[in-house]
């Protein structure tokens, strides 16, 4: 059974930083995909950053490339998302994904099996 568990969410003026963490487990090899999305109220959720675990490679939405970055620990089955200059308009539940294949459209929300519960991020003007 694979599970994602989401941390790190809170609330920080515009500016500031936070850094989300994403643990997965029930995976038997290092080959799989992890997805943050987000999702504001009243919006579509939309992606935020990709990345292949063991060979990291990495996709970024363009409204947080050069603010945000993704990364993984294959020892410990966990993807970061470090967000730096924070803007109101990034406020939203973030949430990871995965997929054990690789994704025709990195975006795609239909891509991933397995979801998170989600970790709200706020960030005040």
């Known amino acids: 059974q694979v599970q994602l568990v989401e941390s790190g969410g809170g609330s920080v003026q515009a500016g500031g930083s936070l850094r989300l963490s994403c643990a997965a487990s029930g995976y038997t090899s290092s080959s799989y995909r992890i997805c943050w999305f987000r999702q504001a109220p009243g919006k579509e959720r939309e992606e935020v950053a990709y990345i292949a675990m063991g060979t990291g490679f990495t996709y970024y939405a363009d409204s947080v490339r050069g603010r945000f970055t993704i990364s993984r620990d294959d020892a410990k089955n966990t993807v970061y998302l470090q967000m730096n200059s924070l803007k109101p308009e990034d406020t939203a539940m973030y949430y990871c994904?995965?997929?054990?294949?690789?994704?025709?459209?990195?975006?795609?929300?239909?891509?991933?099996?397995?979801w998170g519960q989600g970790t709200q991020v706020t960030v005040s003007s």
């Open positions: 994904a995965s997929t054990p294949r690789v994704p025709r459209l990195w975006r795609a929300v239909s891509e991933y099996n397995y």
